[in-house]
């Protein structure tokens, strides 16, 4: 099945910066790849995601960049608010067969100092 | 309501309890599902039901024991549960059981005692 490494685990900045997040993933039939936010003690929510016929995506600050011969996706935020703190997950599924099952990273927890 | 709703927010129960998750949703999607998240742990996939018919067991014990009424609820019967199975199960919707959009609930925190 589908395996799914994010790095890292645990990432601080300072706000106003930057922030990149990483997941790798081990299905080459994988074609969707979201993101979801978990603010503390929230649920989940998606914030962006792209499919494998694109290789970039933008939504105002966050973008999310997709190589598919590496196999792997990142996430990255410009000009970091403290809002931004919270555990982002990434995951990865094959769409368009009989249902779809999303695979999960472990989780970034992002800490932004103001 | 809108969105899912999860019940009860928090559960503490004895190994050898018999207890009940809720979960409904009000936003009329099709496919519905239990994830158990553990500390430094992925969101793990339990089951998936798909217009009331389960499509997807992920090798869960059967202490754990799901069940789906019609499209809008969704429940997991719990019984003889282990410390270990202590976490947030969190219930989720999508509009069809393909890729798109998973709307989470808030999670149901369980403690086994």
């Known amino acids: 099945g589908e395996n799914v490494e994010q790095h890292p685990s645990t990432l601080s900045v300072q706000e106003g910066d930057s922030a990149v997040i990483k997941c790798t993933y081990s299905?080459?039939?994988?074609?969707?790849f979201p993101w979801y936010k978990q603010e503390l003690g929230k649920r989940p929510q998606l914030i962006i995601d792209i499919r494998s016929n694109v290789g970039e995506k933008k939504d105002q600050r966050i973008a999310v960049t997709l190589n598919k011969t590496a196999k792997h996706f990142s996430l990255h935020i410009t000009e970091t608010q403290p809002e931004d703190s919270a555990v982002y997950f990434c995951a990865a599924s094959i769409g368009g067969t009989s249902y779809g099952k999303l695979t999960f990273g472990q989780g970034t927890i992002l800490t932004v100092h103001p | 309501e809108t969105g899912v709703t999860q019940t009860p927010r928090h559960l503490v129960m004895g190994m050898t309890n018999k207890k009940s998750l809720k979960c409904e949703q009000h936003l009329g999607h099709n496919a519905m599902y239990w994830y158990k998240q553990s500390a430094k742990k992925p969101l793990e996939l339990m089951f998936v039901?798909?217009?009331?018919?389960?499509?997807e067991n992920n090798s869960v014990p059967s202490r754990f024991s799901p069940e789906c009424p019609n499209s809008s609820h969704l429940f997991l019967h719990l019984h003889t549960l282990q410390p270990e199975d202590s976490a947030l199960y969190l219930c989720?919707?999508?509009?069809?059981?393909?890729?798109?959009?998973?709307?989470f609930g808030e999670g149901s925190r369980l403690t086994v005692l």
């Open positions: 039901y798909s217009l009331e018919e389960r499509v």
């Open positions: 989720a919707s999508s509009q069809d059981r393909g890729v798109g959009e998973l709307f």
């Open positions: 299905d080459s039939a994988s074609n969707y």
